[in-house]
């Protein structure tokens, strides 16, 4: 079966840096997504990978190792609005996503 | 630019009444629109896929018959959902895209119903 694995919740402090890992399995692979969600609104987009390596983007970097099935999303510089949801989701062979249940973020001062 | 609205943003309604929900691409012409439902604390889960003129695709379990999706047009694309029922309730998000759905996705802001 398809499966997408990341930690339930975290806590970090104001101004550290947070790292949130994602194991994904799917049947074929084109590439990753991470979308960031505040409580009661939609998913804003962050990131896409399909090639290994990191990609950074400004306080925000997203990792892919496609031979792992592991992708991380580091989060510099932690600000307190930083305080949400964030959402892996792989794509398939089918070009379906895949989506995560969710890391709740919690950003401590 | 990439702009999705969503509209109501909110509704109540009675058992046994149907709402319609409207998702709308602002500033560009969606190919794809995609239906998720999201219940507290769970990830999105995909209803349906809509292809602008043709049928949409539903995910197994997803009624067809009571979660009915209308694409006529590239840039708008309506949930409704017939009878509701309290398990209906649930926040309710469309998002489009351009292309293929393994390009970016952007959202609407969803619809919370609540069905009492």
């Known amino acids: 079966g398809q499966n997408i694995d990341q930690p339930t919740e975290m806590t970090a402090t104001e101004g550290a840096i947070v790292q949130i890992n994602c194991t994904y399995q799917?049947?074929?692979?084109?590439?990753l997504f991470w979308y960031q969600q505040h409580a009661g609104e939609a998913p804003t987009f962050l990131s896409y990978?399909?090639l290994d390596g990191l990609e950074e983007k400004g306080r925000f970097s997203s990792f892919l190792s496609r031979s792992k099935g592991y992708s991380y999303l580091l989060l510099k510089e932690l600000q307190m609005k930083d305080s949400a949801s964030y959402l892996c989701a792989a794509v398939d062979s089918n070009y379906q996503l895949i989506w995560g249940a969710g890391t709740k973020l919690i950003i401590k001062p | 630019g990439a702009v999705v609205s969503q509209h109501p943003s909110r509704v109540i309604c009675k058992s046994g009444t149907s709402v319609k929900i409207e998702c709308r691409s602002l500033d560009f012409q969606a190919t794809t629109m995609f239906w998720y439902r999201q219940f507290p604390k769970q990830s999105l889960m995909l209803m349906a896929t809509?292809?602008?003129?043709?049928?949409?695709?539903?995910e197994q379990g997803v009624e067809k018959d009571k979660f009915l999706i209308n694409h006529a047009s590239l840039t708008l694309s309506t949930l409704t959902v017939t009878s509701a029922h309290p398990e209906d309730s649930s926040f309710y998000i469309c998002?489009?895209?351009?292309?293929?759905?393994?390009?970016?996705?952007?959202f609407g802001p969803g619809t919370r119903l609540t069905v009492l």
């Open positions: 799917t049947s074929g692979f084109n590439g």
């Open positions: 990978n399909v």
């Open positions: 809509s292809n602008e003129g043709s049928k949409a695709t539903y």
């Open positions: 998002s489009a895209t351009t292309g293929s759905s393994y390009n970016e996705q952007f």
